[in-house]
């Protein structure tokens, strides 16, 4: 089981970026996906997730701005920010739940696992 996310990069205030989670070694109708983030200096923090089924959950603090997508036959998962702010800045995970199909605890790093190392995405004005 394998993920690795990548799409990261430089943007300014109020511009998008698209980030994909590869995933091999499984199936993403078997598993939920979560979208972890790490701003400097502050802890690993999920907030978006997407089910086994499809279901997508994002947090308050970036619904209306992130979205959460997948693509079956590609074996993998999109994030879509817009109106990136600065304090979105942060390297981005993704991980496949821990026997988990449905995203209930997509905020527990614990229940997550085949971090990968992530991507960068700063945002600067």
């Known amino acids: 089981v394998q993920l690795q996310a990548f799409g990261g990069g430089l943007v300014q205030p109020g511009g998008s970026l698209r980030l994909s989670c590869a995933a091999s070694g499984f199936t993403l109708d078997v598993y939920a996906i979560a979208w972890f983030r790490q701003a400097p200096g502050k802890e690993r923090e999920g907030f978006s997730c997407?089910?086994?089924?499809?279901?997508?959950y994002t947090l308050d603090s970036v619904k209306g701005r992130f979205t959460v997508s997948r693509d079956i036959a590609k074996n993998t998962v999109y994030l879509q920010m817009n109106s990136l702010k600065p304090e979105d800045t942060a390297v981005y995970y993704c991980?496949?739940?821990?026997?988990?199909?449905?995203?209930?605890?997509?905020?527990?790093?614990?229940?997550?696992?085949?971090w990968g190392q992530g991507t960068l995405v700063t945002v600067f004005s």
């Open positions: 997407i089910s086994r089924r499809g279901t997508t």
């Open positions: 991980a496949v739940g821990i026997g988990r199909s449905g995203c209930g605890a997509f905020r527990v790093e614990t229940e997550f696992g085949s």
